[in-house]
T-cell receptor, first 114, second 114 residues
Framework: AQSVTQPDIHITVSEGASLELRCNYSYGATPYLFWYVQSPGQGLQLLLKYFSGDTLVQGIKGFEAEFKRSQSSFNLRKPSVHWSDAAEYFCAVVESGGSYIPTFGRGTSLIVHP | DAGVIQSPRHEVTEMGQEVTLRCKPISGHDYLFWYRQTMMRGLELLIYFNNNVPIDDSGMPEDRFSAKMPNASFSTLKIQPSEPRDSAVYFC????????????FGPGTRLTVL
């Protein structure tokens, strides 16, 4: 069965430090890949998505993600974290040629220390 | 634009009661999605509509759940009868770019079934 794994439940970084959030998936073909952010008490907001082409994708708020087919990964990165980035981050996958129902990872909670 | 509007924001009810959650999508968006978020199962897509027509309801957990979209500006998710395991945050989202496009999420309805 298809699955999405975010191995880190919590990550703590200092403000100004770099960030990488991991996402791995298990699908037969290259799926459509997404990263969302959820601030406390709010709905999800799309950060970026990858369908095809350049494997390094730029998103909003200074985030980027890199698709690595050989590792079945789509890790999210930011070179310098701001306190306002503290939130829950979700990776989501949609199987290409399938029902277009997304499968979400369980999320990674980002804590930012001043 | 006011964004996606959901009501109520919080609902507490007793087991066996009927619960109706409401959503007003962003004007001009022709896709509407209902999600459920729980600690146990994470974020799940329940059903989505295109032009007021249900396209995929495979995520609806049981016959106790039903969703309607009588017009382009209003949708409901009904649970009858409600059970404690239905306690969750229910999100509505809308999009003008299809199932693979950016979805704009409402703030959610936190449902507690006692």
């Amino acid at each position: 069965a298809q699955s999405v794994t975010q191995p880190d439940i919590h990550i703590t970084v200092s403000e100004g430090a770099s960030l990488e959030l991991r996402c791995n998936y298990s699908y037969g073909a290259t799926p459509y890949l997404f990263w969302y952010v959820q601030s406390p008490g709010q709905g999800l907001q799309l950060l970026l998505k990858y369908f095809s082409g350049d494997t390094l994708v730029q998103g909003i708020k200074g985030f980027e993600a890199e698709f690595k087919r050989s590792q079945s990964s789509f890790n999210l990165r930011k070179p310098s974290v701001h306190w306002s980035d503290a939130a829950e981050y979700f990776c989501a996958v949609v199987e290409s040629g399938g029902s277009y129902i997304p499968t979400f990872g369980r999320g990674t909670s980002l804590i930012v220390h001043p | 634009d006011a964004g996606v509007i959901q009501s109520p924001r919080h609902e507490v009810t007793e087991m066996g009661q009927e619960v109706t959650l409401r959503c007003k999508p962003i004007s001009g968006h022709d896709y509407l999605f209902w999600y459920r978020q729980t600690m146990m199962r994470g974020l799940e897509l329940l059903i989505y509509f295109n032009n007021n027509v249900p396209i995929d309801d495979s995520g609806m957990p049981e016959d106790r759940f039903s969703a309607k979209m009588p017009n382009a500006s209003f949708s409901t998710l009904k649970i009858q009868p409600s059970e404690p395991r239905d306690s969750a945050v229910y999100f509505c989202a809308s999009s003008s770019q299809g199932v693979l496009g950016e979805q704009f999420f409402g703030p959610g309805t936190r449902l507690t079934v006692l």
